[in-house]
């Protein structure tokens, strides 16, 4: 059994998964105190981690009807992320694994996002693209194996799309996390009553969203308050639009190049209804892994530990994380 930890956010996650992939728990606590604020504070996170961590890690004990007796290896995300709040999960990790001498394999949060579709009981095998698409990322890589060095082929220059959709949501008067409530006001809104920048004349496969938030804003100001409110719906559907063609149009562009035929999406963002619908229509294999292991969990991280080399007691004691998404992007 792989007991796993995921800690890189706001998110407090912990799961039990078997070493063929099912999974027995994935237990995902949301601080839910960050929505005052209009996005995570570092500090706030880092503590409530301190206070969730215990007890999700004895819930999914309990859901996969185990005891720490019962792990064979630890696995926590050691970066990218935010340092405190990685900080906890990894100290954590060590804790439960040292005194049963047991391994521990420290995965990087993409790779995690990758391996989302390495789980029972219907794995996406490689080799296929990949794109993750987050609060705090965007790329596309072309994964050749299960292993953590996927080839990048293209990521954002600036902000990530699940950013993007959570300052137009701030910008709308919507709150935090912005994606899901800008989703639901454009269900009520016309995608084409508004044309937004996609960058599609940015050559290659790399993102940018910096300039779409720009305009929305320019726009929201023209319109005034009060028509900005008669008109947000519109607003949010054409600008949500904007995000989605921008993430298809360099999904299409790899297609093409590559030549390959089979599609991974993850992230936070690939639980929105329009972009699974979008990519649906590109006529490849598409391969969609549940809401629940979309967002950050800590099924995919123990997913993605079946695939690196663990570190042995006690090595693994001086373990330290990283803040950027280097390490897995350089390869």
Same mark, same amino acid.
């Given at each position: ?36 604020? +209009? ?9 409530? !981690? ?38 906890? +999960? ?18 990087? !949060? ?18 296929? &693209? ?11 890589? !072309?994964?050749?194996? !299960? ?20 300052? +137009? ?5 919507? +709150? ?40 929305? &804003? ?24 904007? @995000? ?15 030549? @390959? ?71």
């Amino acid at each position: 059994m792989i007991f796993a930890l995921e800690t890189s956010c706001d998110d407090t996650c912990a799961a039990v998964i078997t070493s063929a992939g099912e999974v027995r728990a994935n237990v995902i606590s949301s601080q839910g105190v960050h929505d005052r604020y +209009g996005g995570v504070v570092p500090e706030i996170a880092s503590r409530h !981690h301190l206070e969730l961590i215990g007890r999700v890690v004895d819930q999914a004990l309990r859901m996969a009807a185990i005891s720490l007796d019962g792990v064979d290896l630890v696995a926590v995300t050691q970066g990218p992320g935010l340092v405190a709040a990685l900080l906890v +999960g990894v100290a954590t990790a060590k804790a439960i694994a040292a005194p049963f001498e047991l391994p521990l394999a420290p995965v990087d !949060h993409l790779h995690g996002h990758i391996a989302a579709s390495f789980l029972a009981p219907f794995p996406f095998e490689p080799p296929f &693209l990949s794109l993750i698409a987050s609060g705090g990322h965007t790329l596309l890589a !072309h994964v050749v194996d !299960h292993g953590p060095r996927p080839r990048l082929l293209g990521q954002t220059l600036d902000d990530a799309a699940g950013e993007a959709f959570d300052k +137009g949501a701030r910008l709308l008067g919507l +709150g935090y996390p912005g994606g899901p409530a800008l989703e639901r006001l454009a269900r009520g809104g016309d995608p084409a009553a508004f044309r937004f920048p996609t960058a599609a004349r940015l050559e290659g496969l790399d993102f940018s969203f910096a300039g779409l938030k720009t305009a929305l &804003l320019y726009r929201v100001r023209e319109l005034g308050d009060e028509e900005t409110a008669r008109r947000r719906a519109d607003l949010a559907a054409s600008y949500q639009d904007a @995000i989605v063609e921008s993430l298809a149009i360099r999904v299409e562009r790899a297609l093409a190049q590559t030549g @390959i035929g089979r599609l991974s999406i993850g992230g936070g963002v690939a639980a929105n209804g329009p972009l699974r619908r979008r990519l649906g229509e590109l006529g490849v294999e598409l391969d969609v892994p549940p809401p629940a292991l979309c967002t950050d969990n800590a099924a995919m991280i123990a997913s993605a530990a079946r695939f690196v080399e663990p570190l042995p007691y006690p090595e693994y004691l001086t373990l330290e994380v990283y803040a950027s998404g280097e390490r897995l992007l350089a390869a």
